[in-house]
């Protein structure tokens, strides 16, 4: 049993929250200078007074809407209610997004045209995932190796064993000695896996890199960078289902999970300060205003629908990163994938909870 | 100083956006910036780049193929070529003397001044002397 449950769960989530505060605080700061909340802006408009205003009242809202989230995660935890914990999770990510439209909304009357001239690079892109195939096959490897161990220890495995644990450290999710109960995660967790790879492979295969006028190394190729921190991702779940999976032998995981995943967000703010001290910067001398992208592309502010646009990958213009353009067909079947995996997973862990 | 190796189109230009590309890599490759044997990126990164569809890009590298600066092989994308110097056409020679006349014509009524006109047409023979 864990001693003082609530109070670490009470600290760990007041962590959670803040770190995710943090990023949505600094999101509208790490676009590509010339747009501020999607919108075309002249170079310099996100130093001036008007700028400040609307960044001030999305501010207040990120604000609130963290707190609300905060205080329905704790109701969850205290009232035993998994409705609440549900509310929360979606409040924090359904709150901000309503938050940053509501800002592009108030940077829409300071949009300016967007330039019609696109430029592109004649040099041939390097198009390698980081790594190669060694480092990419490496996480499945991972979980093989946890489902061998399993395997050979297949005897050891109770017939009913916890898989869940609540926040007094007591078990309250049970699974059985069977195929599916054992290596269920281990082909979650390469499901999830292939499909951040198959992200990584066409974000370095097929996003638009907007030239700067500034010569780019090879460290810096935003596309590179972002295939190479999904990999740091695909490492991260496959250690993650792995341990899940050697649980039955191993017993409560205890508070091993919560410093992974508050050893994750330290080096995540360390990337995220690199990056926006960086490769963000380059950006900067841009000649024209804004990405070449019509505003008018930017729905809500936050999804990119250009129809004329062969790009399937596209710079975001909230923070940093790519995204789909949904005008083309594969951009949904990619949402979709992305969408199943996750809520199968919430699906097996209610299930389970409730076994 | 411009850099070398890029393409640039607009968008808004009257002119369909495979003629711009076919000029601005003709350009580029008669300024010598690649030699034969490299590799141009491949149809799908420039459309991407460019935000313009496939076809576009294709049909330009076919345009340029079929001047011969070009080699399309499926697979290896386009390469350039070693051009031979074609013979010259009397009928082109007087064709481009005009068509260049008649340009220096719209830029000073666009309000080009002539000095700088001859700045850039002296510097551009410049770089057609080097071998």
Request: a positive charge; glycine letters at 8%.
């Amino acid at each position: 049993m864990i001693p003082y449950p609530q109070l670490i769960f009470g600290a760990f989530m007041f962590a959670v929250i803040a770190f995710c505060g943090w990023i949505f605080w600094m999101l509208p700061l790490w676009s590509r200078h010339g747009t501020f909340f999607s919108v075309t802006v002249v170079p310099g408009f996100r130093n001036s007074p008007e700028a400040a205003r609307i960044l001030r009242g999305y501010r207040t809202e990120i604000l609130v809407h963290l707190a609300v989230a905060f205080a329905l995660v704790i109701a969850g935890a205290m009232r035993r209610e998994v409705v609440f914990l549900v509310l929360g999770v979606l409040w924090l990510t359904v709150g901000p997004l309503i938050a940053i439209s509501r800002g592009h909304a108030r940077a829409m009357p300071h949009a300016v045209a967007h330039s019609t001239i696109r430029e592109a690079s004649l040099v041939p892109r390097r198009t390698k995932l980081p790594g190669g195939w060694l480092l990419q096959v490496t996480p499945f490897a991972i979980l093989l190796l946890a489902g061998a161990y399993v395997s050979a220890h297949w005897s050891q495995i109770p017939d009913r064993f916890p898989v869940h644990w609540g926040i007094d450290g007591r078990p309250n999710g049970w699974s059985v000695r069977t195929p599916m109960g054992v290596y269920g995660p281990l082909f979650f967790g390469a499901g999830l896996v292939a499909l951040i790879s198959l992200l990584g492979y066409g974000i370095s295969h097929s996003a638009r890199w907007i030239r700067t006028p500034a010569p780019r190394s090879d460290s810096v190729d935003p596309a590179h960078r972002i295939a190479l921190v999904l990999v740091g991702v695909e490492f991260f779940i496959a250690a993650m289902f792995s341990l899940v999976v050697l649980l039955p032998l191993t017993g409560s995981p205890g508070v091993a999970p919560i410093l992974i995943l508050a050893l994750g967000m330290i080096v995540c703010i360390a990337i995220l300060l690199r990056w926006q001290s960086q490769g963000l910067a380059a950006s900067a001398s841009l000649s024209h205003p804004g990405d070449g992208m019509p505003d008018s592309c930017w729905k809500l502010g936050l999804f990119y629908y250009n129809p004329d646009d062969s790009a399937l990958f596209v710079e975001k213009r909230i923070g940093f990163g790519y995204t789909t353009n949904f005008a083309r067909p594969s951009a949904w079947i990619i949402l979709a994938v992305a969408l199943i995996l996750p809520l199968a997973l919430a699906a097996l862990t209610i299930v389970n909870h409730h076994r | 100083m411009a850099h070398p190796r890029i393409l640039r189109i607009d968008l808004a230009s009257p002119r369909p956006v495979y003629e711009q590309i076919v000029s601005g890599l003709r350009a580029v490759l008669v300024a010598g910036e690649f030699t034969p044997g490299e590799q141009l990126p491949t149809v799908r990164q420039l459309a991407t780049d460019l935000g313009v569809h496939h076809n576009t890009v294709a049909e330009s590298y076919r345009v340029l193929a079929e001047e011969g600066w070009l080699d399309l092989r499926r697979g290896r994308g386009a390469v350039v070529r070693q051009r031979a110097e074609p013979r010259p056409i009397t009928a082109a020679k007087h064709g481009f003397s005009r068509h260049l006349e008649e340009l220096v014509a719209k830029a000073i009524t666009d309000g080009v001044p002539r000095a700088a006109l001859a700045g850039h047409m002296s510097a551009l023979a410049k770089k057609l002397a080097k071998p």
